[in-house]
């Protein structure tokens, strides 16, 4: 087997997310009680300099809360409606762009350096779905290096007390890859994002399942698919999809939550003929999942059903 198909504790084994955060705040409001800041801070060593990753931190200022990192899909910066409903709930947000520059950044976006110009989502090419040399040179790699360059900058806070992930769509599937090698979160929440990117229009249910393998499938299954972080996953985990959603594997997401760790709270939920978004009810799970294993309340969560046949 080639070098270069690597697993995810292969691909992760070395990495140092412990290089100084280098912080600049660029600019400073408030909103209502809360303090809200627009940041830059450093990211992994590339060789030929490190990424600025930019940011929304939003707090109360003068007290410890727990704080959730919010991923948000493609080409999309994180609403502060939804940090705000964070905020509201008892927690600080960290809102974070990992997708570099993009069709609407308005200037404000992540700074990749050159040798992976590739991480800005304007300029993917092939780096956003194949694995060429290896996983490493892969979009996917920068954006979770960022998001675990994310973690340390907010568990550096003085006023955090823990940290959650909040991954939606394009940002769940990094979620993934942070809940599987990244101990240091509490929990993860993942919004419509269950991997088997590389059978993007084989689907289960069809004749035509399959897909042709070679060296490089390998590689991109082995090291950037979001199924193959399940099993590293540890931390309590909820899973909330969409039933007719084309953008993600929907058919398959069950396939990814049963390789979650054993060890995992593993809780998942399905908005039924919903595209695009969950329903009302999933959100407020999520928030209660957020409560209990974030926030630590006494709360009873629902178990998966244990299916049975009967004479």
């Not at 999809?241 to 593993?266: F, H, P």
Request: glycine residues 6%.
């Amino acid at each position: 087997m080639s070098a270069n198909i690597m697993s995810p504790l292969t691909l992760w084994k070395d990495f140092d997310f412990q290089l100084p955060l280098q912080e600049s705040v660029i600019r400073e409001t408030r909103i209502l009680e809360y303090k809200v800041k627009e940041i830059y801070f450093s990211g992994r060593d590339t060789g030929e300099g490190r990424p600025r990753i930019f940011a929304n931190y939003s707090y109360l200022e003068g007290v410890k809360r727990p704080a959730v990192i919010i991923l948000p899909d493609f080409e999309k910066a994180a609403e502060f409606e939804l940090a705000a409903e964070f905020l509201k709930r008892g927690y600080n947000v960290l809102a974070v762009d990992y997708c570099g520059e993009r069709e609407d950044s308005e200037g404000k976006f992540t700074v990749y350096p050159e040798n992976v110009d590739y991480a800005n989502y304007k300029r993917r090419g092939r780096a956003f779905s194949y694995a060429e040399p290896s996983a490493k040179e892969t979009c996917w790699y920068e954006w979770t290096a960022a998001a675990r360059y994310a973690v340390s900058y907010l568990l550096s806070k003085e006023e955090t007390l823990s940290a959650a992930v909040f991954g939606i769509r394009g940002g769940g599937e990094i979620a993934w890859k942070l809940a599987g090698t990244d101990d240091r979160i509490k929990c993860c929440v993942i919004v419509s994002a269950s991997g088997w990117e590389a059978y993007r229009g084989a689907f289960k249910y069809s004749e035509n399942n399959s897909i042709e393998m070679d060296e490089e499938r390998y590689r991109w299954i082995a090291g950037v698919d979001s199924q193959s972080y399940a099993q590293y996953v540890k931390v309590p985990l909820y899973f909330a999809g969409c039933t007719n959603d084309g953008e993600y594997s929907s058919d398959r997401a069950r396939d990814t939550l049963a390789r979650v760790n054993a060890e995992a709270r593993c809780l998942f939920d399905f908005s039924p003929d919903f595209s695009r978004c969950i329903d009302m009810r999933s959100y407020k799970s999520a928030c209660l999942f957020l409560d209990k294993y974030l926030k630590g309340k006494d709360l009873e969560l629902c178990e998966a059903p244990e299916p049975a046949v009967t004479a």
